[in-house]
């Protein structure tokens, strides 16, 4: 077991990025993200940390880079945020159709316009549909843990896939908090050295990212979704493992006082923390209310998530994101096509909130939770989300 | 050209690393200039290839024509994925995770991929100083999509977004001087080259493999389907290319022009204009100009050579 420091989640996703020994790093800079690939370029200026930092020129170029880097075996790291994504999104499709096991952090922020560079969940929305597997995490420690399990997993020869690891900007990026650091054992025992099923080398020359015709493409597409639906099972592998070493339990849908409980919050990302706080205070009050958080977001943990749901009554689902002229946000629509052919379906009410760094508190979510029982006595249909705490 | 004489063709490597059996038009001189890059660095490469012709024709899924490593990614980052093989395997040698075997990295791409879209990877690439080759295919449009102009595309020639119509003459522009934007990288080594003379282009595409650092050789690559010319003509018109000064044949290497291949007297640019399609709609004024522009062009590049 290591050593608890109090230390900025930026700088410590970095120190794991180098105990994780990577092989390339190749970045952008972009707020929220700065302090991360500062640090790591810190530590490879000192000494401390053996590998080749790319300052690229453009975030197209980080994942382009990443691509190479990865395609001939080294290990790789970047990160971004927002329009940096944006910039990158080409290529992060292409990564996961290559199969080429690249991790990013992602620090969530607002997609532009107007210009803002505080946190919401629009970067990581727009690309749902990726390819890579997709990860939320809480705290600073979850951050810290998840870069291990990131490239466990990524590399894992049966998995062979991207990940992302979310976290919320500035909220989580840019605060001291105390994490335990995993020893150097602890680390080795996790984290095999990296053993691409496929790669570039004059000794066994392969073909990358040849093109499909229409009678190949379906036929590549279905193998692609299956391979990371198959994923769940070294993902849920890496966790347990995690547990046993380390002592922190991670799961695809975690829960709070959810089990008997009437209503539940679905957070995703840090909101978590100030939920449960809100749920404590309405449990308080003789409220049966409780949280489910969802940590695996693709592939998505449809059992556990079911599971999860048994026999509550409503949804509360908050967004972080708009979909324009859609079903509510970008959670809700997938929560409810989840749970659609569920017998006694929920209700889901969904409250979009917390956009660029809005802050919503305890009793933000506690208000949330009274407007959700009011709508009860109604019926709510698809399109009554609710923007919440606009100013009139 | 100095160090081969009349037999030289017979050091060519017979292997092909770029195999036969491509989808590539019939006459197609970018795919012969592909293959002259193929033998020129043998099996020790990877190779980063943008997307555009020589990819489609190359790699059909579940097929290759490539006997060496080779990646595809997408259409305007070849330099920025061939940086990424370059560091990552120095990365690995270095920590002892690979063998050294001194492989060679080679980003490809169209002129399209090069001079327009990926231009700016390339500068971050050059700029980095990443030690690879990177080669442009320069066919002079986007012939993947159908033809459409560049900004490598010659004045006067008509593609399909620069029509030859009843106002404008075709292509408005004057191409774009990639080479010369390749020297200002301060880059250690830049020439230009041509499939119609195959053995100075694998001569410098072995002296840009063989140097330190980032190397840049632009290839003319003759299209017969979007110059809109005889497919038995294209060797032929890419060596008028070079006489009449349209595309000199030269070098830059440590600060210093070197002519390699040296025209006492260039022949006038109709003679290059005339059997190309892509040109007939051009005006004998027209034609002047381009003729006074190629003049001007070819003897500043000569007075270069001089210093
Ligand atoms: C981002 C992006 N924009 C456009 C395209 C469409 N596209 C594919 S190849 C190509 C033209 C290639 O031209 P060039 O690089 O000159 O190569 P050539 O086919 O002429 O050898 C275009 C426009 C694409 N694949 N990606
Ligand atoms: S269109 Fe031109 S460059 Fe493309 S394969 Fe045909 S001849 Fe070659
Ligand atoms: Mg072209």
Same mark, same amino acid.
């Given at each position: ?27 952008? +800079? ?63 499709? &292409? ?21 803002? &560079? ?44 991207? &990940? ?14 105390? &994490? ?21 080398? =004059? ?29 769940? =099972? ?17 799961? =695809? ?92 379906? +929920? ?46 | ?129 990443? $030690? ?138 109709? $003679? ?36």
């Amino acid at each position: 077991m290591g050593e608890r420091v109090g230390i900025e989640v930026s700088l410590a996703a970095a120190e794991a990025v180098k105990m994780a020994n990577v092989d390339v790093i190749a970045a952008y +800079p972009i707020t929220p993200q700065t302090h991360i690939v500062e640090h790591l370029s810190e530590l490879v200026a000192d000494g401390e940390l053996d590998a080749e930092f790319i300052p690229v020129e453009s975030e197209h170029s980080a994942m382009s880079v990443c691509c190479g880097s990865s395609a001939v075996g080294a290990r790789t790291f970047t990160c971004t945020s927002s329009q940096g994504l944006a910039l990158m999104n080409e290529i992060v499709f &292409i990564a996961a159709s290559l199969r080429l096991p690249i991790v990013m952090i992602l620090a969530n922020r607002s997609m532009s316009g107007p210009l803002s &560079i505080w946190n919401d969940h629009t970067d990581v929305m727009s690309i749902r549909d990726c390819g890579w597997i997709q990860v939320f995490t809480e705290n600073g420690q979850e951050v810290f843990d998840h870069v291990m399990f990131a490239f466990r997993v990524a590399e894992s020869a049966s998995v062979s896939l991207p &990940i992302i690891i979310n976290l919320d900007g500035f909220v989580l990026t840019h605060v001291i908090e105390p &994490i335990e650091f995993w020893d150097d054992e602890t680390v080795k025992k996790y984290l095999p050295d990296f053993k691409p099923v496929n790669q570039l080398h =004059p000794d066994n020359p392969v073909t990358m990212g040849a093109f499909g015709l229409p009678s190949i493409f379906t036929e590549a597409k279905k193998a692609q979704n299956e391979a990371l639906i198959q994923a769940k =099972p070294e993902i849920l592998k890496a966790w347990k493992e995690m547990g046993d070493l380390v002592g922190r339990h991670y799961q =695809p849908v975690e829960t709070y006082h959810a089990e008997g409980s009437e209503t539940v919050f679905l957070t995703m990302g840090s909101f978590g923390e100030t939920v449960s706080v809100a749920v404590d205070e309405l449990r308080n009050q003789g409220k049966s209310v409780g949280q489910i958080k969802l940590r695996l977001w693709r592939p998505f943990p449809f059992d556990e998530f079911r599971e999860a749901v048994r026999g509550i009554k409503r949804i509360i689902v908050l967004d972080r994101a708009v979909s324009f002229g859609g079903p509510g946000g970008p959670v809700a629509s997938e929560i409810r096509s989840v749970l659609y052919q569920e017998e006694n379906m +929920p209700t889901i009410t969904n409250f979009l909130c917390g956009f660029a760094g809005r802050d919503v508190t305890a009793q933000d979510y506690i208000a949330m939770y009274e407007q959700a029982e009011q709508m009860a006595q109604g019926r709510v249909r698809q399109e009554d989300y609710i923007i919440y705490g606009v100013r009139e | 050209m100095e160090q081969f004489n009349v037999y030289a063709a017979r050091l060519v490597t017979k292997k092909e690393y770029f195999t036969p059996g491509h989808r590539a038009c019939q006459g197609c001189a970018e795919a012969l200039a592909v293959r002259m890059v193929a033998k020129a660095l043998g099996k020790n490469v990877v190779v980063a290839s943008a997307t555009g012709c020589m990819e489609i024709v190359s790699s059909p899924l579940p097929f290759t024509n490539w006997a060496v490593p080779w990646i595809h990614v997408a259409f305007e980052n070849a330099a920025a994925v061939a940086s990424g093989a370059e560091a990552g395997t120095k990365a690995l040698v270095r920590k002892g995770k690979l063998p050294d075997k001194g492989t060679v990295f080679l980003g490809m791409g169209g002129d399209g991929a090069t001079t327009d879209i990926g231009l700016q990877a390339l500068s971050g690439a050059w700029e980095r100083g990443h $030690d690879f080759v990177y080669v442009c295919y320069d066919n002079e449009a986007y012939m993947n999509t159908g033809i459409q102009r560049s900004s490598s595309t010659p004045f006067g020639a008509s593609t399909t977004t620069s029509p030859a119509g009843k106002v404008t003459p075709g292509q408005v522009t004057w191409k774009k001087n990639m080479a010369a934007i390749a020297i200002a990288h301060n880059i250690p080594y830049v020439a230009t080259a041509c499939s119609s003379y195959p053995l100075d282009l694998i001569q410098k595409v072995k002296k840009a493999a063989s140097i330190k650092g980032p190397a840049y050789v632009h290839v003319l690559s003759v299209c017969p389907t979007g110059w809109r010319l005889p497919t038995e003509k294209a060797i032929w018109i890419g060596r008028l290319a070079v006489e009449t000064g349209v595309f000199p044949l030269y070098e830059y290497e440590n600060g210093k022009y070197r002519m390699t291949y040296d025209v006492p007297e260039l022949r006038p640019v109709i $003679d290059y204009l005339k059997p190309q399609g892509r040109f007939r709609h051009l005006t004998p004024e027209l034609i002047q100009s381009i003729q006074e522009r190629v003049t001007e062009e070819y003897n500043k590049l000569k007075a270069k050579t001089a210093l």
